[in-house]
C-alpha cells in the first residue's frame, strides 16, 4: 500500500511531529508539509518529504496560506492519505480514501476560544474574532470530507462530538499515540524531576517553577517556546532548576532514564507524550488530573495526579514515598508502541479500499 502522509509543518519537536515521522519510517510512506525547519524538528532522514516552504508572513496569515496550497494539490498514484493537523485538512476533498488523525480540534475555534479572546490585546482580539467567523465554517466542511477519524484519545473524541456533531463522533475512533518504546531504558531513579514540554503558557510550566522553587528540590527543564524568556525570569536566582533548551534524543532518553519522575501540567492536554515516554523509561508521572492523563496514568502504578499548584507538593511527596516497580511502569507504555499503532492505523486504510 503506497500512503501519503500529510502533516501542517514541522517547526518543532512536539509530539505529531514525532508520531508523523515514526509513522512515516513504519509504512513507508511519503511526507507532504507546509514547512520544515530541520534544524527545530526530528531527524528525517531517509523520509521523501515535499515541502511547499511557506514560510513568511504572520504566524496565522502563514498558516492561512499553507491551507490554500493543500487545497490546491492534487496527488495521484497512492492508495491512501492520512492527516495529521488542523491545516493540511483543507486537501481531504480531493484525496481519499482518506484517514485523519486528529490530536484535537483547533482549539482557537472551540474548547479555548473564549480564553484566548480573553488574554488577547485589542488589536490581536479584533482580528482573531475575524479569523473565528471566517474560519469556523471552512474547518466544519473540511472536515466532514473524511472517511475515518482516528483521535489521540476519548476525551479528544468527547470533543469531536461536541464542536462536530453525531454525525463525525459516529466516524471518529480514539487509536492512542505511538512511541518507539524499545528505544527507552531504564538505568536509575536519580535525584531530579523533568519537564520535558515545549515552554508554551499552555503547558504551565510555570506552576512547575513555583512550586519548586519553594520546595528546593532539583528540576530540569528541556525545550524552547515563546514561553521561555518568562519563564527563566520567573526562575531566576534558584540553582535548582535548570534549563538545558532543546537537546538531542539520545540526551533526552537519557534524562527520561535518569530521572526520578516526569512532570506534567499541560492544560487540558489532548493525551499527554512526555508522561509516556517518562513511562517507556520506568518512570513514574506527576500529572494534572485531567485531559489525555485521565486515560494514561494508574495513580500509585505509573503516577500520580495533582489537582492544582496548590496540590502539587501533596503529589510530590507522595511519589517520594512510594515504592515503584520499574518494569511495571514500562509495561503500561507498550500499549503506545509505534508498531501497535501504525497496524491499527493500516487496518483502518484497509478497510477503506
Avoid at 237 to 251: E, H, P
Wanted: proline share 2%.
Amino acid at each position: 500500500m503506497k500512503i501519503a502522509i500529510f502533516h501542517d509543518y514541522f517547526d518543532k519537536r512536539g509530539g505529531g511531529e514525532r508520531l508523523v515521522i515514526n509513522l512515516a519510517r513504519r509504512l513507508k510512506a511519503d511526507i507532504y508539509t507546509g514547512f520544515i525547519d530541520k534544524s527545530k524538528t526530528f531527524d528525517t532522514k531517509g523520509i521523501k518529504i515535499h515541502n511547499f516552504a511557506v514560510r513568511k508572513g504572520p504566524q496565522l496569515y502563514r498558516n492561512i496560506k499553507i491551507s490554500k496550497k493543500f487545497a490546491k494539490i492534487r496527488l495521484t498514484g497512492y492508495d491512501a492519505y492520512i492527516f495529521s493537523g488542523v491545516w493540511c485538512i483543507s486537501a481531504a476533498e480531493n484525496h481519499k480514501p482518506n484517514f485523519l488523525y486528529l490530536h484535537t480540534p483547533m482549539r482557537v475555534l472551540y474548547d479555548l476560544k473564549d480564553k484566548f479572546l480573553r488574554e488577547s490585546n485589542l488589536v490581536t482580539r479584533v482580528a482573531l474574532k475575524s479569523f473565528i467567523k471566517q474560519w469556523t465554517p471552512k474547518d466544519q466542511r473540511y472536515m466532514r470530507e473524511f472517511d475515518i477519524i482516528g483521535t489521540n484519545s476519548e476525551g479528544v473524541r468527547n470533543r469531536v462530538r461536541k464542536y462536530y456533531g453525531k454525525t463525525l463522533y459516529n466516524k471518529s475512533t480514539a487509536v492512542y499515540t505511538g512511541i518507539d518504546t524499545k528505544k527507552y531504558k531504564y538505568k536509575k531513579s536519580g535525584d531530579f524531576y523533568l519537564s520535558a514540554s515545549r515552554l508554551d503558557p499552555l503547558k504551565r510550566i510555570d506552576m512547575l517553577i513555583r512550586v519548586f522553587k519553594k520546595n528546593g528540590r532539583k528540576l530540569v527543564i528541556i525545550g524552547t517556546g515563546p514561553d521561555e524568556k518568562r519563564l527563566k525570569e520567573l526562575a531566576r536566582g534558584c540553582s535548582n532548576i535548570k534549563f538545558l533548551g532543546k537537546v538531542s534524543d539520545k540526551r533526552l532518553r537519557d534524562l527520561y532514564s535518569t530521572c526520578r519522575a516526569t512532570l506534567a501540567a499541560s492544560l487540558e492536554e489532548d493525551l499527554g507524550i512526555v508522561g509516556i515516554e517518562g513511562n517507556a523509561s520506568g518512570k513514574p508521572v506527576v500529572a494534572i488530573q485531567e485531559g489525555g492523563f485521565l486515560e494514561t496514568v494508574k495513580e500509585g502504578k505509573n503516577g500520580v495526579f495533582f489537582k492544582n499548584e496548590n496540590d502539587l507538593q501533596r503529589a510530590l511527596d507522595k511519589l517520594e514515598r512510594t515504592k515503584w516497580k520499574y518494569k511495571y511502569i514500562r509495561k503500561t507504555a507498550k500499549q503506545f508502541d509505534i508498531d501497535v499503532f501504525a497496524k491499527k492505523i493500516e487496518k483502518h486504510l484497509t478497510a477503506l479500499l
